[in-house]
């Protein structure tokens, strides 16, 4: 008989499969920030004209909120344009519940606006409250397909424009608002 032998293996250490896993997430990361600083791409805004505004940057949350409300509701009044055969009045609007021109809670946070028509093509909403929201004009185009045409002055001492012509309302101090969708907004890359 032979005697027996006794073999002691000890545990291999995690010190070296640790330093493995770690380089090898160091070898990624690597990588990977290589990566997004080779194909990465400034989104740097475009500068807008003069007699405008940028719906997403110089607008205070009261006339962003009105600005969309106006836009959306632009596609009601084209609506009510073809049924009626002419635009409906601000009461029109209000009595239906079309924002902003109704007077509930929103619109009174919002610079509580007194709304009418002006030459039967565009509608003027004179804020009480400057300091929150600006006084707003859209004018109506008789193309269904146009943008919309909004313009805002924040002016406290502010009549309704007599002329509606672009060249009047910005020597009158009024801003065009545009809303530009890039791919700073729309988080698209096309190549």
Known sequence: MSTPTTQIVRPAGAGHETLNVLLLCLL???VAGSLVMWRGVSHEPEPV???Q???RRDLSAAEQGIYADLRVTLDEI???RVEQQTLPTPQNLADEGFAPFAQDASSVSR???AW???AGTAYFGHSRAPAVAGSFVMRVSADDQAAPDIWLNRNSDLAAPAD???SALS???WKQVVAQFDAGVTREHRH
């Open 78 to 80: 084209r609506l009510l």
């Open 53 to 55: 505004l940028d719906a």
């Open 116 to 118: 009418q028509m002006l």
């Open 171 to 173: 020597a009158a101090g």
């Open 164 to 166: 509606l012509s672009d």
């Open 49 to 51: 004209a003069s007699h």
């Open 28 to 30: 990624i990361l690597a």
């Open 111 to 113: 610079g509580a606006h």
